[in-house]
């Protein structure tokens, strides 16, 4: 299989080299990368090089000229492109913070001005892979990966698929919090969950390790729910009355006043600490002498992993991450999963970001959500969930209602859908406060 990353210059991009060197089946044999940043390009080039010393099979890596002569005959797009770079993040978590409301990546206004920024590029590629690579399978990593996916979606249907580690990082979490033997995971059908929700806002509603439902027993253990991060981040006290366990990043929503406060008191965004620090790697890697590329590339992603969600973590009384969660995400492994189970239909459950069809009734079918599919040779196909609560419903549904103005107003240039975006997003307390937002970011662009 032929394999191309849109993006192949990103930070990241080193963990999904890593995986492919590690399967055993070596199933992709020319991974081509692409990047409109040249010098990153070349440094992550240099990483992947020093990586794959002394590995008895090797993956190829392939550096493309352009965007056409990356598509051309893949089997696999991996679309992970940052439009705007680090300062665009900078930019997206500033303005809003500036207005008093949380400037975050992909929640709230600062997702909202991601989305508008990057979905005319992703429609771009979504369109040349339709011209260039039509049976091939798009997996966006780009976030907001909702929003994205649902996008591209508009062009490429079902040929395209969300993916994110938050939910199958939970799911890990609890079922070890639970005492689950380790082993279970690795045989089908041992451990099976309700999952559901959008991207970045979905909730664990059950959880069955051999046929018996876990999650209830872990909800009332406070012990247990303070040995993981989710536990530790939301609280027992709050878990128990909400009886299911959120994605991390509902810790937004549900703690906004003290996520927003640790935030606007820290030193720095977490955009800006990236923006420094992989700007510092980066160039120190072109520039050499500061050891080889793949030590200096290693070095930083282990700070990276240690600071991820900070403010959340401090908003929630300050804990370090433990140990086993700072191996590097684990997109590069949902996404391995997936390619497989795409070329050998062998029936694999995962949690992805797909059309909605009739998981969630409320919505529309085509709506994008996140939730638990079973994978064929055909594509993912969600399975059917339990109703959802009033209150997880409510969310999705205004969540939704954002996601899908932001997609209409990029793609038709529509400041008044751009503004029902910002504004009608439950992180931005005021519509002249989004207007403000979106004013100062066009003028910023």
Known sequence: MRLTILGGGGFRVPLVHRALLDDPAHSVSELTLYDTDPRRLSVIAEVLARQAEGHRAPVRVRLAHGLDDALAGADFVFSAIRVGGTAGRVRDERIPLDEGVLGQETVG???VLYGLRTIPVALHIAERVAALAPRAWVINFTNPAGMVTEAMAQVLGDRVVGICDSPVGLVHRAARAAGADPSAFGTPGRVTYDYVGLNHLGWLRSLAVDGQDVLPGLLGDAAALGSFEEGRLFGADWLRVLGALPNEYLHYYYFRRETLASVRGARETRGEFLDQQQGGFFERAAAGGHGDAYTLWERTRLEREETYLADSRKASGGWQRDSCDL??????????????????????????????????????????VETVCEVGSDGPRPLPCAPLRADQLGLML?????ERAAVEA????????????????????????????????????
């Open 410 to 445: 990029a793609m038709f240039k529509d400041r008044d859908a751009a503004l029902r975006a910002l504004a009608l997003h439950p992180l931005v307390d005021s519509p002249a406060v989004a207007a403000r937002i979106l004013e100062r970011a066009a003028e910023e662009a």
């Open 398 to 402: 205004q969540l939704k209602a954002v």
């Open 327 to 368: 191996e590097g995400g684990g997109y590069d492994r949902v996404a391995l999963a997936l390619m497989r189970a795409l070329v050998d239909g062998g029936g694999t459950r995962l949690i992805l970001n797909v059309r909605n069809r009739s998981t969630v009734p409320q919505l529309a079918p085509d709506a994008i």
């Open 109 to 111: 206004a600062g997702g």
